[in-house]
């Protein structure tokens, strides 16, 4: 049988990517965007979808289970990007990365749940970021969203997974989206930080839109492969750069572990 998939931030990027691969297999696929229109030239059940929007969630989700009567994997693709040291950002900046990134994140999820409950199956992938294990400089919020992502989805994994449904968070690294065009704000820059390794990370993101290393569409077809596969992964690195990068930080952080935790802290009870 065919699967139903909802996807959320279809219009561009890795969510359009992963769209048109589903459908280039057979599968169904609930488009949805902000803006429909955006959907033009997608073979797909176009929804209206502002995530940060509670009557639009429950619509879109009404909407795809009228006319599939199921959903089988829930992709929570929507989000943006904001670059700027931790004191150049703004509340309102700060604000609408995490409205988007995770509480974006947990109302679809929610409204989807109980579909998937009374199924007893089902797929949740995050797309979470290399960024959700690695805190680059200059993208702090952006990384305080998506380590957010990956504590509730890991936790997420073990409450659902008594009930027959699976949860995979995906890490993307560099790909060739718009995620350091469109989709991305830059803060207002103090110039103390332009030497530094977070006005490094501003000069490098404004050159690289477009010209990122990595296939999008590589992308979606690992995502599909783990999705059908029975034994999917909880996480899922994509890019050669995310996976030398969170190698590098586990190591790291293991080592660190090793080298300070007291003695006397490891005995059992204490």
Known sequence: MSKVWFITGSNSGLGRALAEAVLATGDHVVATARH?????????????LDVTDPASVRAAVDAAIGEFGRIDVLVNNAGHG????????????????????VFGVLAVTRAVLPHLRA?????????????????NPGHA??????????????????EVAPLGIRVTI???GPFRTDFAGRSMTF????????DTPAGA???RFSAQDGVQPNDPARAAAAIIAAVDDEKSPLRLPLGAEAVDRI???????????????PADVRLPGI
């Open 247 to 261: 190698r590098a930080k586990l190591t790291n952080q293991l080592a660190d572990m090793e080298r300070w935790t």
């Open 201 to 203: 990370l501003r000069e």
């Open 170 to 172: 995906v890490e993307p």
């Open 187 to 194: 803060a207002d820059p103090i110039a103390d930080y332009r």
């Open 141 to 158: 919020l952006y990384a305080a969203s998506k380590f957010a992502l990956e504590g509730m989805s890991e936790a997420l994994a073990g």
């Open 36 to 48: 429909v229109g955006k959907l033009a030239g997608l073979p797909a059940f176009p929804v209206q």
């Open 119 to 135: 199924r007893r199956g089902g797929h949740i992938v995050q797309m979470s970021s290399v960024g959700g294990v690695v805190g």
């Open 82 to 101: 904001l670059i700027g040291a931790l004191e150049e950002l703004s509340d309102a900046q700060s604000r609408s990365v995490l409205e988007t990134n």
